[in-house]
């Protein structure tokens, strides 16, 4: 079965540049997260949808961030306009939400660097 | 709010040596429990999980028995490998509406 897929799997651009990541969650799934993992910060849960819905976006730490899942097999994070600070890998996850004992599928993040 | 506390790493130990990482938790209701593992480069793997009071997970050699009274999740593994050698996480889930929440990670390195 095909996991969490997660495109590209690295990044390099300019600052100032738009970044667009993308996300196919395991079909069935209902739910999709978006994380952010850093040395310092570690693992941060930036956004996350149920039923292709923005549920809480309190991580999401700028307005320069946002997120959209136009439909259950896709979602993408969009960084603009994109700063040294925001190099980091960025996981999606997907879960159903069939009770607190489902968990969530990772991909294998998208390793973004600003220069 | 629910939050989980894990030992802070960097863990380090000789081939074949048993391995403890102490992850405790608090939460309202009955959550479950759970342990991802990150390898270099890697996204998170599940490891291992469980879901009420007494359970023990287990996969791979490592196991972890939900403590309710202690409320307590520690990963044990009696050998451990080189191949080991990874981050890992502990982490609860007290709604099927809502995300894990995550411990800080605690990195392993296994030496030969």
């Known amino acids: 079965d095909a996991g969490v897929i997660q495109s590209p799997r690295h990044e390099v651009t300019e600052m100032g540049q738009e ?42 730490p700028e307005d320069r961030f946002s997120a959209k899942m136009p439909n259950a097999s896709f979602s993408t994070l969009k960084i603009q306009p994109s700063e040294p600070r925001d190099s980091a890998v960025y996981f999606c996850a997907s879960s159903t939400t069939g009770g607190e004992s489902q968990p969530q599928h990772f991909g294998d993040g998208t390793r973004l660097s600003i220069l | 709010g629910d939050s989980v506390t894990q030992m802070e790493g960097p863990v380090t130990l000789s081939e074949e040596a048993f391995l403890t990482i102490n992850c405790t938790y608090t939460a309202t209701g009955y959550p479950s429990l759970f342990w991802y593992v990150q390898y270099p480069g890697e996204g998170l793997q599940l490891l291992l999980k469980a879901t009420k009071a007494d359970d023990k997970g287990s996969n791979k ?21 080189v191949s080991d050698s990874a981050v890992y996480f502990c982490a609860l889930r007290n709604s099927g509406n809502t995300p894990l929440v ?6 392993l390195s296994v030496i030969a």
């Not at chain 1, 209902?30 to 910060?41: A, D, E, G, I, V």
């Not at chain 1, 949808?49 to 923005?54: A, E, H, I």
């Open chain 1, 19 to 60: 970044v667009t990541l993308r996300c196919k969650p395991i079909s069935g799934h209902n739910s999709l997260f978006w994380y952010r993992q850093t040395m310092m910060r570690g693992l941060e849960l930036l956004i996350y949808f149920n039923n292709n819905v923005p549920i809480d976006d309190s991580g999401m």
């Open chain 2, 61 to 81: 050699g490592f196991e972890a028995t939900y403590r309710k009274e202690t409320t307590s999740f520690h990963l044990e593994k009696g050998s451990v490998q």
């Open chain 2, 102 to 107: 995550f411990g800080k990670g605690t990195r």
